[in-house]
């Protein structure tokens, strides 16, 4: 195939993604520059908006909240995910197509609907934990008490996310080399020095892909908190994506929405840049 031919089957959905990428993120940035409110008259303030968001109280502890959730919940999804995609290696094919599909469902299952579900486990009134742990004398407000309350959405995140980790981790599994394995058990290798020295080196590219895909679904997450807590009590679970919905859709803002939205934009790409290039190298 030739450059010509190739750059005429790439056009189309280079320029798709130029207008559904591209575009959005010139014209947020461009608002970032404007002070704006539905039905006002913008006006040019250049990086003011920048400057405000930077010295922001709320802006930083939406930021912290929003780094514990990703770097609180990356290693426990993680470290599942690789433990039951190994202990499905060592069951029988019935009761692996059970698992998996049980594994699979909380990520199939709508986000909003899959939230609901998984609050109901925790209302006061009614909820299994909350009633499990008072028979213990343990009594705690998971609505509305802050740490209570950012426990749960981060036990929602590791419960959503870790069946994903479990398909591409058991997909990764199916590519190991049979004849590496065979031949350190001839050599004597017990199951932790082969999964040590031969499965773990072999599933680093997938785990640095599920961490990739993994820090940027968190550093996104909304959905959850707006349907289980609204950022609640107060602001303590206030992600940065529900920070710029609050913003530009409640308080009208959209100057600074448009800020916060390019601001989140460069934070995910400053902590995507090490992980692109461990994927890199990697491969």
């Known amino acids: 195939m030739t450059r010509q031919q190739f750059a005429v089957f790439v056009a189309p959905s280079a320029l798709l993604m130029a207008l559904l990428l591209v575009a959005p993120l010139g014209y947020t940035g461009y608002l970032s520059l404007e002070h704006l409110t539905f039905g006002g008259t913008p006006r040019f303030v250049g990086l003011q908006n920048y400057f405000d968001i930077l010295h922001d109280d709320e802006v930083r502890g939406s930021l912290g909240f929003t780094l514990i959730y990703v770097f609180g919940t990356l290693p426990v999804h993680t470290a599942i995910g690789l433990a039951l995609a190994l202990m499905l290696e060592r069951v029988g094919n019935r009761l692996r197509a059970v698992l998996i599909s049980a594994f699979a469902m909380p990520f199939i299952l709508t986000p909003v609907v899959g939230t609901l579900l998984f609050s109901w486990l925790f209302k006061d009134h009614w909820g299994i934990l909350p009633y499990l742990l008072a028979k213990l004398h343990i009594h705690?407000?998971?609505?509305?008490?802050?740490?209570?309350?950012?426990?749960?959405?981060?036990?929602?995140?590791?419960?959503?996310?870790?069946?994903?980790?479990?398909?591409?981790?058991?997909?990764?599994?199916?590519?190991?080399?049979?004849?590496?394995?065979?031949?350190?058990?001839?050599?004597?290798?017990?199951?932790?020095?082969?999964?040590?020295?031969?499965?773990?080196?072999?599933?680093?590219?997938?785990?640095?892909?599920?961490?990739?895909?993994?820090?940027?679904?968190?550093?996104?997450?909304?959905?959850?908190?707006?349907?289980?807590?609204?950022?609640?009590?107060?602001?303590?679970?206030?992600?940065l994506a529900y920070l710029t919905y609050r913003v530009s859709f409640v308080l009208k803002q959209l100057g600074e929405g448009g800020a916060l939205s390019v601001f989140s934009v460069a934070v995910t790409l400053l902590l995507m840049l090490p992980m692109l290039y461990l994927r890199s190298r990697s491969r």
């Open 140 to 239: 705690i407000l998971w609505f509305s008490q802050e740490w209570p309350a950012r426990l749960m959405v981060m036990l929602w995140g590791v419960w959503w996310t870790f069946g994903f980790n479990v398909m591409v981790l058991y997909a990764g599994l199916q590519t190991l080399p049979e004849q590496q394995v065979q031949a350190a058990i001839v050599d004597g290798a017990d199951y932790w020095q082969r999964f040590r020295y031969i499965v773990l080196p072999h599933l680093v590219p997938y785990l640095v892909l599920i961490t990739v895909f993994n820090v940027i679904d968190g550093l996104r997450v909304f959905d959850s908190i707006w349907v289980m807590t609204q950022g609640g009590p107060g602001t303590a679970t206030e992600s």
